[in-house]
């Protein structure tokens, strides 16, 4: 079946850096575009990355410029994001989603922890 | 980008009808037709329930439906079940850098 299961997450201390990973199966990854939204402990959902289907453009939340990396490799079914220089802030759930203008496919999420 | 406004909470009895609204500008709700709509229970991943303003994905119930009127969406559950309990957040695409801006999401209670 369709399914998108993210690992990599971790408690990190401040300015250091993790590489998420979101496995992908049970479609034709390469002709999908691909999120990354994230969610604080008790807060709302935020959007935080896109990237095309063959990863010609990206785009992200002005807050992870410069920091935030999303990349994917069509031949692992696999996207990711490169985050570095982690801030207290950047503690949250981080979900990878199937889609373009919407989600339509969303992982289990996984947990990522700034703290010294 | 802000936040799309959406109200903190909202509620209604089983059988009853329930609109949740979503705010933005003419840079995200109010320039697309690209609102869409997500429920998300406790400890769970978000689902979507509409997307492009009114379009219901495969085995959501023709209960939820969308609608939109300048830059205010708008999500009507009817004949709320207890199940409905949960957090919705909107989502509208922007055309901007910040590709897509949610709202800061609506709890949902089935009295």
């Known amino acids: 079946q369709v399914q998108l299961v993210e690992s990599g997450g971790g408690v990190v201390q401040p300015g250091r850096s993790l590489r998420l990973s979101c496995a992908a199966s049970?479609?034709?990854?390469?002709?999908?575009?691909m999120h990354w939204v994230r969610q604080a402990p008790g807060k709302g959902l935020e959007w935080v990355a896109i990237i095309w289907y063959d990863g010609s453009n990206k785009n992200y939340v002005d807050s992870v410029k410069g920091r935030f990396t999303i990349s994917r490799d069509n031949s692992k079914n696999t996207v990711y994001l490169q985050v570095n220089s982690l801030r207290d802030e950047d503690t949250a759930v981080y979900y990878c989603?199937?889609?373009?203008?919407?989600?339509?496919?969303w992982g289990k999420g996984t947990t990522v922890t700034v703290s010294s | 980008q802000s936040a799309l406004t959406q109200p903190p909470s909202a509620s209604g009895s089983p059988g009853q009808s329930v609109t949740i609204s979503c705010t933005g500008t003419?840079?995200?709700?109010?320039?697309?037709?690209?609102v869409s709509w997500y429920q998300q229970h406790p400890g769970k991943a978000p689902k979507v329930m509409i997307y492009e303003v009114n379009k219901r994905p495969s085995g959501v119930p023709d209960r939820f439906s969308g609608s939109k009127s300048g830059n205010t969406a708008s999500l009507t559950v009817s004949g709320l079940q207890a199940e409905d309990e949960a957090d919705y957040y909107c989502?509208?695409?922007?055309?901007?850098?910040?590709?897509?801006?949610f709202g800061g999401g609506t709890k949902l209670t089935v009295l």
């Open positions: 049970g479609f034709t990854f390469s002709t999908y575009g």
């Open positions: 989603a199937r889609g373009g203008d919407y989600m339509d496919v």
């Open positions: 989502s509208s695409y922007t055309g901007s850098n910040n590709f897509v801006v």
């Open positions: 003419s840079s995200d709700v109010g320039g697309y037709n690209y």
